[in-house]
């Protein structure tokens, strides 16, 4: 009898195994197709000084030695090749210019991406170990803009008849870095630093 149940419990354990063997591959057939479906990240462009790369649907990240960075999202209407240039710049720059008491932090690139991100921010970085923000400062990232000339603004390089304009974007610091959000790029240079904070005024 002993005999008899232990060939029916052989024979119940080779159903049960064979059974779960089809379902167990199909598990593995599943998860390696949404492995292969799962989207990659946008490429990365790297460079010391300056990085170039024709930027399409599946965005692209630019990389300089300084450890600035320039995030810019896939799915924008760009096309599916846009040529951007992210660069140190070597102007020089009067802080005066940029807002009243602007301190800079870390190096003046270019960015030549005047581009729609209103769907998708670009995001802009900067590797800093310590904030350089305060109590009485805030951080900002200074976006150039091409605005009407007048007294105390400087000329823009090779643009006729416009000068140099500043806007100043909320910038952040978490984790090592500052980071800022661009909805419309200007197109020209970028720049982080901080600014005072202006007085409380009594009522």
């Known amino acids: 009898m002993s005999m008899r149940r232990s060939v029916i419990a052989l024979a119940t354990l080779s159903l049960l195994l064979a059974l779960a063997a089809p379902r167990s591959r199909a598990q593995e057939d599943h998860a390696d197709d949404e492995t292969a479906a799962a989207p990659a990240g946008p490429p990365t462009t790297r460079g010391r000084d300056e990085a170039t790369a024709a930027v399409g649907q599946a965005g692209m990240t630019f990389e300089l030695g300084s450890g600035f960075r320039v995030f810019v999202p896939a ?3 760009i096309g599916d090749s846009r040529r951007m240039r992210v660069a140190t710049a070597r102007a020089a720059l009067n802080p005066a210019h940029v807002a009243e008491g602007f301190r800079r932090v870390g190096p003046i690139v270019s960015f030549d991406g005047a ?3 209103t769907r998708s921010p670009v995001v802009i970085s900067l590797r800093q170990p310590r904030d350089p ?3 009485d ?4 990232l200074a976006m150039e803009q091409a605005t009407i000339c007048r007294e105390g603004l400087d000329p ?3 643009v006729a008849n416009l000068c140099s304009g500043w806007e100043l974007v909320e910038a952040t610091w978490t984790d090592g870095r500052i980071e800022a959000r661009l909805p419309a790029p200007g197109g020209y240079r970028l720049v982080f630093g901080t600014v005072p904070v202006p007085a409380a005024t009594e009522e």
Do not use: F, T
């Open 75 to 77: 799915g924008l209407p």
């Open 137 to 140: 400062l805030r951080l900002v």
């Open 115 to 117: 581009i729609n991100a």
């Open 156 to 158: 823009l390089p090779n």
């Open 133 to 135: 923000g305060r109590p």
